[in-house]
């Protein structure tokens, strides 16, 4: 059985810990190796090291430091294939989806490529007789990622990319379940030029991150996974005095105006809502139609292609449109809530539950599931089910549909289809949500805009990457100087007059 490894100094340290995490192949079922739950002896240890490495790094001038990322941009692109073989191996997702997961990781490297530029100061002349203001941007020291399961190659390079950019050593904490790609991209980040000890990649669960939390040398966490987490990390690190952003959950929905193109309309949320498995934080998971007519020619184009989607293994090829959940506890959570929506009176109108695949009894598999008639009180609309299960909330107007997106406790990604800009225009100017798509499903702002939820979705300031992530990851010095040669004659106040 494989043993999973840390990544400290620049080598392969198998933890001295004697508990271990199980990291399963999803589609099968079966365990195919093991990764040691580091201690927090272990995590000191590393920040040490790494507070240690990051003097030299962080005196780097930047441009060199945008280097070392230029040449990882190059070996993530020539390693692609590779990289995307790992992610599916242990998230199950699909090949050509664990290739745009690396794909959307690498775009946010590509723009830390002009780290000099975002980390350039400002300058004030003559602010007063004789005196200049000038402000730099300078490395926090040591920072810490702590990554989820379902992105295993974008968000720790969301992490790493800006943080390592800045002049920071990172301790990265990548999930427990899917913990291979981030140490490979590590391992490439090495060859690219970065120096031993600047990123250490940790492996562990709740015990490393409380050693995170809790490690006076770590100025800030950079954190996403699930809200209740996100929340308690929050106020965990803020407590101990470091900056903390923590992105949480999600529940995102789609209003369907009774002008929109329903075919259009339609394919959106199948790609939004099941691409995955629904284990997108920014997938679409509730439809609002609005209006009667909408929602029954809706469902009507819904149902035939919800059915047709194919699940399976990412190693049956590209005929495949989303593969098994992370767990077995995942796959019974799901399909508990499942039951709860029969229960509590929505219509249930393709049933995934009893999804079985020849070959694969034992994979974590969900059929996709579609309901209609979905009401807010149910639990299927208030939890985040992380599964391939789209709700139909049927909405009688516009007003109805926006107040139901406003009233909801998480606020990651919203979309409106329409024909009507003002009404897109009015959508995307009230809604109380951090970003918005507009005939678009999944509005996933390119790598130089920022990333970032509103309400429960996020806690904390600044967002992830683009210009928002080097402001998290340094902290801005202001400098007032005054040259008392430098000023002119007949100045306000002239000290050389004085003398
Ligand atoms: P998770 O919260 O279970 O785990 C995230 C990280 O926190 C992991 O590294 C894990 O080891 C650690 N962790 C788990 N339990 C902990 C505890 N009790 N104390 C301390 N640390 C703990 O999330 P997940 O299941 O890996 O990921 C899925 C979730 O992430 C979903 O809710 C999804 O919406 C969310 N997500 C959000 C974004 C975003 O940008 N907002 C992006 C991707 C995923």
Redesign the pocket.
């Known amino acids: 059985m494989d043993v999973i490894k840390n990544f400290i100094d620049g080598a392969f340290v198998e933890s001295g810990s004697t508990r271990t995490a199980d990291v399963m192949n999803p589609a099968t079922g079966e365990v195919q190796a093991q990764v040691k739950l580091s201690s927090k002896a272990e995590l000191d240890d590393a920040v040490a090291r790494a507070a240690e490495a990051q003097k030299a790094w962080g005196a780097t001038n930047p441009q060199r430091r945008a280097r070392v990322m230029m040449k990882f941009g190059a070996l993530v692109n020539e390693h692609m294939d590779e990289l995307a073989e790992l992610v599916s191996r242990e998230h199950g997702k699909t090949l050509p989806d664990a290739r745009g997961d690396v794909q959307r990781g690498l775009e946010v490297v590509e723009v830390c490529m002009g780290a000099p530029a975002m980390l350039k100061g400002e300058f004030t002349d003559d602010g007063g007789p004789g005196i200049d203001l000038y402000s730099m941007r300078q490395p926090l020291g040591v920072v810490a990622g702590?990554?989820?399961?379902?992105?295993p190659a974008m968000?720790p390079m969301?992490k790493m990319a800006p943080a390592l950019a800045s002049g920071n050593a990172m301790i990265l904490?990548?999930?427990?379940?899917?913990p291979s790609t981030a140490l490979r991209l590590a391992e490439l980040l090495q060859e690219a030029g970065l120096p031993d000890g600047v990123l250490q990649v940790v492996n562990?669960?709740?015990e490393?991150?409380?050693a995170i939390?809790d490690n006076e040398t770590i100025a800030a966490v950079g954190?996403?996974?699930?809200?209740?987490?996100?929340q308690?990390?929050y106020g965990r690190a803020a407590n101990n005095g470091k900056r903390a952003q923590c992105?949480?959950?999600?529940k995102n929905h789609m209003l369907i105006m009774p002008d929109a193109d329903l075919d259009k309309a339609a394919d959106a949320l199948v790609g939004a809502g099941y691409g995955a498995a629904g284990?997108?934080?920014?997938?679409i998971s509730v439809a609002v139609p609005v209006g009667q007519e909408t929602a029954d020619r809706l469902i009507e184009k819904l149902v035939p292609r919800v059915e047709n989607l194919k699940v399976g293994p990412y190693t049956a090829g590209d005929d495949v449109d989303f593969g098994p959940v992370?767990t077995a506890a995942?796959k019974a959570r799901i399909n508990g809530l499942i039951d709860s929506g029969v229960d509590q009176g929505a219509k249930l109108v393709v049933d995934g539950r009893g999804f079985q695949l020849q070959g694969y009894e034992n994979g974590f598999f969900c059929g996709p599931s579609l309901f209609d008639n979905v009401t807010p009180d149910m639990d299927i609309y208030k939890e985040?089910i992380?599964g391939p299960v789209l709700s139909q909330v049927r909405m009688e107007t516009y007003e109805d549909a926006l107040n139901l997106v406003m009233d909801n406790d998480y606020g990651?990604g919203t979309a409106i289809f329409t024909a009507d800009g003002d009404t897109a225009r009015d959508f995307a100017h009230r809604v109380n949500v951090g970003m918005v798509g507009i005939n678009f499903p999944i509005p996933v702002p390119l790598s130089y805009h920022t990333?970032?939820?509103w309400k429960k979705?996020?806690f904390g300031d600044l967002n992830?990457y683009g210009p928002d992530a080097f402001r998290f990851y340094t902290k801005t010095k202001t400098v007032t100087a005054r040259w008392f040669s430098g000023i002119k004659e007949g100045g306000e106040f002239n000290f050389k007059a004085m003398d």
């Open positions: 702590i990554t989820p399961f379902n992105f968000i969301w904490k990548p999930s427990e379940r899917v562990g669960d709740k490393v991150v409380d939390l954190f996403v996974g699930s809200t209740p987490i996100a308690y990390i992105f949480g959950g999600a284990e997108r934080c920014m997938a992370i995942s985040e992380f990651n990333f970032g939820g979705s996020a992830q």
